[in-house]
């Protein structure tokens, strides 16, 4: 046999039956250290399913996960940014002035996108946050006297309100029924403009996994077949603009390669 052969034959017994459990309870001992932080584990139909497989834990609600967003996301823009700058900008200067962030944290696409976006004077920018760190960015929002920036916790509530932007980056797939579809449906007044970024897409089943958020903390998050998440909201009279890949996130799971995928996405859609 040759040495590729050896491999192969070794990678098949290692994800074979007789292994295949042994590393996987390995694996998920590994995902819930310390030293695992970003990582992901597990193949779950339920955030209630997946808790089940979590240590008890704030999640996102713990002021510690926001130092690094107040003192490196407020002050910086990335790479996946760009595009949403852009259709940003362009709705600005179309005469939108309310925007809704969905999981913004600190106020963080306010603060960095303000360094090279012309904001409109009337502008209010609303922040949808866990408390703890909606009450980081109320103080951070008042420190730099940033008036059109404010925070609820009340997504419900939010969605009510009139808004010509809803973004939301990274965000979405952590609330267990925020599906932007969904929340559409149950809007007043559905907002023009729809920047969603780094969304976990791809091309098979929808599913539910976990994170180590770092600091103790561990959250579900759902994956969406991306063909179904576009679509359902096509269905609500949005036209797809734009799409874009994410390159630094990307989704690896032990033991279930069909539901890992390289990169993440970013979409754009405007009201018809």
């Given at each position: 046999m040759s040495i590729y052969g050896v491999i192969q034959a070794a990678r098949h017994f290692i994800n074979g039956p007789l292994v295949r459990p042994a590393k996987l309870r390995w694996e998920e001992k590994a995902f819930l250290s310390p030293q695992s932080t970003a990582a992901h584990f597990g193949v779950y139909e339920s955030f209630a399913q997946a808790r089940?497989?979590?240590?008890?834990?704030?999640?996102?609600?713990?002021?510690?996960?926001?130092?690094?967003?107040?003192?490196?996301?407020?002050?910086?823009?990335f790479e996946y940014d760009y595009p949403v700058m852009r259709w940003m900008e362009q709705a600005f200067r179309a005469g939108a002035v309310r925007v809704l962030d969905?999981?913004?944290?600190?106020?963080?696409?306010?603060?960095?996108?303000?360094?090279?976006l012309d904001m409109p004077a009337r502008l209010v920018w609303d922040v949808v946050e866990l408390p703890e760190i909606a009450s980081v960015g109320r103080n951070l929002a008042a420190e730099f006297r940033a008036t059109a920036l404010s925070f609820t916790t009340d997504l419900d509530a939010a969605i009510g309100?009139?808004?010509?932007?809803?973004?939301?980056?990274?965000?979405?797939?952590?609330?267990?029924?925020?599906?932007?579809?969904?929340?559409?449906?149950?809007?007043?007044?559905?907002?023009?403009?729809?920047?969603?970024?780094?969304?976990?897409?791809?091309?098979?089943?929808?599913?539910?996994?976990?994170?180590?958020?770092?600091?103790g903390s561990f959250s579900p998050l759902h994956v969406y077949n991306r063909r179904r998440f576009i679509q359902s909201i096509k269905e609500l009279g949005y036209g797809l603009r734009d799409t874009w890949d994410v390159h630094d996130r990307s989704m690896?799971?032990?033991?279930?390669?069909?539901?890992?995928?390289?990169?993440?996405?970013?979409?754009?859609?405007?009201?018809?």
């Open positions: 089940r497989h979590l240590p008890e834990s704030p999640g996102f609600n713990l002021d510690a996960l926001a130092y690094e967003y107040v003192n490196v996301r407020t002050k910086r823009v969905i999981g913004g944290s600190v106020g963080v696409h306010y603060f960095a996108y303000s360094r090279y309100g009139r808004h010509d932007i809803w973004t939301s980056a990274g965000a979405i797939q952590y609330f267990e029924d925020a599906h932007p579809a969904g929340l559409l449906r149950r809007c007043r007044a559905r907002p023009v403009h729809l920047l969603l970024n780094k969304l976990p897409l791809y091309e098979g089943e929808d599913f539910v996994t976990s994170q180590n958020l770092g600091e690896y799971i032990p033991g279930y390669p069909e539901h890992s995928f390289p990169t993440f996405s970013g979409l754009y859609f405007v009201k018809a």
